[in-house]
């Protein structure tokens, strides 16, 4: 059974900084593609970033990028990612999500088959 474990979510003021953490457990990060997902409230869940285990190919969503890094450590089973430059609109749930990465990138929601819990974030003054 794949577990994931997200942590490094809190508040922050604008223009501040978060890395998340992703710890994929129950096999190898090899295998999966691994999204970061976020919902604020009131609203769908959205792509932020993903990246493959694999190859370490990764894509961000257009509010993502300039700000947003993604990274891998398979010697970890770890997913990372950086965030700089918050802003308020950032502020949400942040889950990571793994498929199979035989299917390849994707920041469709519906496409992926194991979820963490989520860790909060708040972008505020």
């Known amino acids: 059974q794949l577990r994931l474990v997200e942590s490094g979510g809190g508040s922050v003021q604008p223009g501040g900084s978060l890395r998340l953490s992703c710890v994929v457990s129950?096999?190898?990060?090899?295998?999966?593609?691994i999204g970061w997902f976020r919902q604020a409230p009131g609203k769908e869940r959205e792509g932020v970033s993903c990246?493959?285990?694999?190859?370490?190919?990764?894509h961000l969503a257009d509010s993502s990028k300039g700000r947003f890094t993604i990274s891998r450590d398979n010697a970890k089973n770890t997913v990372y990612l950086q965030m700089n430059s918050l802003k308020p609109e950032d502020t949400g749930v942040y889950y990571c999500?793994?498929?199979?990465?035989?299917?390849?990138?994707?920041?469709?929601?519906?496409?992926?088959?194991?979820w963490g819990q989520g860790t909060q974030i708040t972008v505020s003054s």
């Open positions: 999500a793994a498929r199979p990465v035989v299917g390849g990138l994707s920041m469709r929601k519906d496409e992926y088959d194991y």
């Open positions: 990246i493959s285990g694999s190859d370490g190919s990764a």
């Open positions: 129950g096999s190898r990060l090899n295998y999966f593609v």
